[in-house]
Each structure stands twice: as structure tokens, then as C-alpha cells.
């Protein structure tokens, strides 16, 4: 199969015209597909990832239903104070419950929005491989042209090399070290 660019126009036309050196180079003989979307989704170290950070988020969310029964504690124990005490008094506790709960609202989205930052980190760095290795195997199967799957209406099936990528980044990826850091937003 031989492409030339610009698409429409046929490989003789551009030859005819004296440019037969860029005739050749813009000609694609070898094609190739991958579902890099599929090989990210289907790959171990994205599993493992998954599994780390669900780890992170169920623990998160334990830390927070503890506080949250003593804050539930802390506002019954301040009604029940209503009137006992001064008003000024009391608006004074019920300010800073609210502080409270407002800095505990915070704590959570930031702790939320890290595990998803990780996750996204994490992610990119896979990508990054899997397309190394989408590099790779170009060069040793000297394919001119590697299209995404999704942007392929037919295709035959001996031109998806999908499954090669994903087995090498399982490969590469079977002893790698995953950490998730998670740290406490500073104070500006």
C-alpha cells in the first residue's frame, strides 16, 4: 500500500511535476493501528494504580467518618448549650464549629483532588511508555505509519498491533515501584 500526500492527489502527479524525492519520502508502504486508549485501560501497572489509590481514597474515607461523628457530636453538644449561655458567647462556639467544618470541607476536596492529581501523574507516565514502545516497534517492524484505532473505520485485523504494546508495557512495567504521595496543602 503506498500513500502520498497531500491525500487526493496520486503519487504520479507529484513525480510528474519533478518532485520525485519528495514523491518517495511522503509515500507510506508499511501501516500499523493501536488502541492506545485500550492498552492504558488493559495495562497491569494501570490496575495496579487503581487499586493503590482505592486503597488511599477508602482509607481517606474512614479518617473522615470519624471526624465526622465527633463533629456530629460537637454540634449536638452545642444546641444542647444554646441556652445555657450567653448569646455572644455562643455565637463565638458555633464560629468556630463552623471554621471547623469549613477547614474539614477543604481537607477532603484537597485529599480528593491529589488522589485524582496521582492518578492523572500516574497515567501519563504510562502513556508515555506505551508510546515508547509504539516508537520501538515501529523502527523494528519499520512501519511508516501508526494510526490511533479510533481514527480507522475499517481495518484489517493483522494491522492492530495493540496486543504487542500492551504485553511490552506489562513487561516493563511488572516490577515498577508505585507510590502514591499525598501531602498536606501549604499555607499561603
Keep these: 500500500l503506498i500513500v502520498c500526500f497531500p491525500l487526493g492527489q496520486p503519487c504520479s502527479a507529484q513525480a510528474d511535476e519533478g518532485d520525485e524525492g519528495n514523491a518517495s519520502v511522503m509515500a507510506v508502504k508499511r501501516i500499523a493501528l493501536v488502541d492506545l486508549d485500550g492498552v492504558l485501560r488493559n495495562a497491569d501497572a494501570n490496575n495496579r494504580i487503581r487499586e493503590l489509590l482505592d486503597g488511599q481514597r477508602a482509607k481517606f474515607q474512614e479518617e473522615f467518618r470519624a471526624v465526622e461523628v465527633d463533629l456530629q457530636q460537637s454540634e449536638r453538644d452545642l444546641l444542647s448549650k444554646r441556652d445555657l449561655m450567653a448569646k455572644d458567647e455562643y455565637d463565638r462556639l458555633v464560629t468556630a464549629f463552623q471554621a471547623r467544618v469549613t477547614e474539614l470541607q477543604k481537607d477532603i476536596q484537597y485529599k480528593r483532588q491529589s488522589i485524582d492529581n496521582a492518578y492523572q501523574k500516574a497515567l501519563s507516565g504510562i502513556r508515555s511508555m506505551a508510546i515508547e514502545e509504539v516508537t520501538k516497534i515501529a523502527g523494528e517492524k519499520k512501519i511508516d505509519l501508526i494510526l490511533k484505532r479510533d481514527s480507522s473505520v475499517i481495518f484489517l ?18 516490577d515498577a515501584r508505585i507510590e502514591v504521595e499525598i501531602n498536606k496543602p501549604t499555607v499561603e
Design 157 to 174: 485485523p493483522h494491522l492492530n498491533i495493540s496486543d504487542e504494546v500492551l504485553n511490552r508495557l506489562n513487561e516493563r512495567t511488572k
